[in-house]
């Protein structure tokens, strides 16, 4: 991974119950006159919100901004997290699916470059976002590993954001950030559109290319394709036409490498930034590697 950070705005939303410690608002106290003051500078916008809307309101309108500016923005959402998403309570917030696709919009302005910092616990689940059939949701996200108190919060994302300010060293800045929880487990991790996308793909390899699931899928493509043409046209199709269809369907499902091609395509945005090929240069070979821990 690119051990890079690459952003000229911070946009920090706080999203939080109304008794819980505003951290938030501590970390922007932190970050603003740091961000003044780095080289190059560094704007850091404070939003606080209450619902879902909100959040998809501040993500639409930090899609605006930069559609205008054309500074790179890094997206960091203090709120609650577990295993299945964010947000302050089951009714006001959002699931790590529904979360990709208001994130999606606002990574593909970017060209996929958009950070994603998720001040939440358990947070770095949020790499079940990553759906190679879709847009990818971020270039890199980072979150935690396990359920984590307010202070440790505080204490890590400082020690990141100082860090990153001081020398936009990805690497460097999560070592800051877990050396100021716990010196020996990590607490914090990132992870990358990359790595989403290997390791959803090395599963759907698993599960949909064995012989077994590869006979299902087409004997099931094969009677839609014949119920479609029936409704169509009337008529039912010939034997000769049943397995044409069906040796069609079948060399289509066994090229590999065209399919991967495509989801690469369409996930990493290089048909609509060829300069994305040579920034994720992952072919199917790779697919066949053990992925990431």
């Known amino acids: 991974m690119d051990a890079g950070i690459h952003f000229g705005r911070i946009h920090l939303i706080e999203w939080l119950r109304p008794d819980d410690l505003k951290t938030g608002r501590a970390l922007f106290d932190e970050l603003q006159p740091l961000g003044i003051v780095a080289k190059p500078s560094v704007d850091t916008v404070f939003h606080s919100i209450a619902t879902r809307a909100e959040l998809v309101a501040v993500l639409r309108a930090v899609e605006g901004q930069f559609r205008a500016d054309g ?3 890094l997206l960091h959402i203090e709120t609650h997290g577990n295993k299945e998403g964010i947000g302050i309570s089951h009714d ?6 529904d979360l990709a696709r208001e994130l999606m919009p606002l990574n593909e302005r970017t060209a996929l470059r958009l950070f994603v910092v998720l001040g939440a616990c358990e947070s770095l689940w949020g790499m079940t976002m990553s759906m190679p059939s879709e847009r990818a949701a971020f270039q890199v996200i980072l979150g935690s590993i396990r359920e984590v108190t307010g202070g440790e919060m505080a204490a890590a994302m400082q020690a990141f954001y100082r860090s990153a ?3 936009r060293n990805g690497d460097q800045a999560i070592t800051a950030m877990n050396a ?6 990590p607490t914090f ?5 990359a790595m989403g996308f290997k390791m959803v793909y090395q599963e759907w390899i698993a599960r949909s290319l064995t012989p077994e699931a590869i006979d299902r899928t087409v004997e099931d493509m094969n009677a839609e394709q014949g119920a479609f ?3 169509l046209y009337g008529t039912e199709r010939s034997d000769e036409q049943v397995e044409a269809d069906r040796i ?3 060399a289509e499902l066994e090229n ?3 399919t991967f091609q495509e989801f690469r395509t369409r996930y990493f945005m290089i048909d609509l930034f060829p300069e994305n090929d040579m920034r994720f240069p992952l072919t199917f070979a790779d697919m066949q590697k053990d992925g990431p821990t």
């Open 71 to 73: 500074v790179i923005p």
């Open 92 to 97: 006001e917030g959002l699931d790590f699916i």
């Open 165 to 167: 300010f001081a020398d």
């Open 180 to 185: 100021a929880v716990d010196l020996v487990t």
């Open 189 to 193: 991790g990132a992870f990358s559109a």
């Open 229 to 231: 043409l029936l409704a």
């Open 248 to 250: 069609r369907i079948r």
């Open 256 to 258: 590999h490498e065209a």
